[in-house]
């Protein structure tokens, strides 16, 4: 039978520690209902069992709703799941929400998160994060919901000035809109505007989150993103090959911290703000992101410089002290989530 993430001890084990991060306020999502989009992905998917655990093992009463386009993913993604305390919701965020539970929270994680998807579908890219965020709205405002929390991204700054060290969320560079990979940024943007729209035309509860670069494990194998790359390398003890310098710098985050700041904004956060997403630990290059990976592998690293590999933008360092506000701080270094995000993906495929 094939591994499940879930039954993995270090991944319970950040489970757990992303839980203690909001044990004096997480008793704000009892008795309540949420609704968790891209319920399968890397965040999505954490999200996920963390709340399942709350419930599983902490007797807390939530009803979790886990959405996604392919039940038989989600069906196969928790299968652990055998009191039935997740609700399977086959859906696409672009039609129309027939649901007839009542919600409370509602969690947008669902959206097209990787260059390769974003260059072959960016029609998708731009209506998953406008018309799926609209549909979504207009459910809340219907059923008379609590909040709504959209995942936006940190590629929504753009390309700024370079005399800026670190982006607050004040911050708006450049994004070029002739260029077709921008349809991640640019509707990322619009469908944060349409969530405070809502929040100001309707008096809908919204809060936005901007993600950093977030890791770990349970990436998809259609992920084309490097460093998702070179842990899949490393996985299966080939070769890392940088196809570019890899001077880029990037804020990263492993995905423990993410879901617990998310979930931090989610039931703290204030109406209508937008808080980065981000760990002051690991700010690194993604050279050096290869060489972290490389060291704990023992895997070895290469160049095949391709001139033609260019990042959409050289620095993305987002500033977290609006995040730090709500009480929130990390746990995970850079070389203690790549670690764990190398021995879960090791466990899962031997």
């Not at 709340?51 to 007797?59: A, P």
């Not at 979504?136 to 609590?146: A, I």
């Not at 390398?233 to 804020?251: H, M």
């Not at 023992?298 to 959409?312: A, F, Q, R, T």
Request: charged residues 25%; proline residues 2%.
């Amino acid at each position: 039978m094939m591994k499940n993430i879930y039954d993995n001890d270090i991944y319970q084990e950040d489970i757990k520690n992303g839980l203690k991060k909001i044990k004096l306020f997480i008793e704000d999502v009892e008795n309540k209902s949420i609704l968790i989009t891209g319920a399968t992905g890397l965040i999505g998917s954490f999200i996920v069992d963390s709340l399942y655990k709350l419930v599983k093992d902490y007797k807390f009463n939530i009803k979790i709703y886990a959405l996604s386009r392919n039940l038989e993913r989600l069906k196969c993604r928790f299968i652990y799941d055998k009191e039935n305390i997740i609700t399977f919701i086959e859906k696409d965020v672009n039609d129309n929400l027939d649901i007839k539970e009542n919600i409370d929270y509602i969690i947008h994680a669902a959206s097209n998160a990787y260059p390769s998807i974003m260059y072959n579908d960016p029609v998708g890219t731009i209506m998953s994060n406008i018309k799926g965020t609209y549909n979504l709205l207009e459910f809340l405002r219907k059923q008379n919901g609590k909040r709504l929390l959209f995942l936006s991204s940190g590629e929504i700054y753009g390309e700024v000035s370079k005399n800026i060290d670190k982006f607050n969320e004040e911050c708006l560079g450049r994004v070029d809109i002739s260029n077709i990979r921008s349809s991640y940024p640019l509707s990322k943007r619009c469908a944060e505007n349409l969530c405070i729209s809502y929040s100001d035309q309707f008096n809908i509860e919204t809060v936005i989150v901007r993600p950093c670069h977030i890791y770990g494990p349970n990436n998809s194998n259609k992920d084309n993103r490097a460093n998702v790359q070179f842990i899949n390398n490393a996985v299966n003890n080939e070769d890392i090959v940088l196809k570019s310098k890899g001077n880029q710098i990037r804020s990263y985050m492993y995905i423990s911290d993410c879901v617990s700041a998310l979930l931090t904004v989610l039931i703290k956060g204030n109406n209508k703000e937008i808080y980065n997403i981000s760990n002051e630990k690991s700010i690194i290059s993604i050279v050096d992101f290869a060489k972290y990976v490389s060291k704990i592998s023992n895997v070895k690293l290469k160049y095949e410089i391709n001139d033609n590999e260019k990042s959409l933008f050289s620095r993305a360092v987002l500033d977290n002290e609006k995040l730090k506000l709500l009480r929130w701080n990390p746990s995970y270094d850079i070389y203690t989530g790549i670690e764990h995000t190398f021995k879960i993906s090791k466990w899962l495929i031997d």
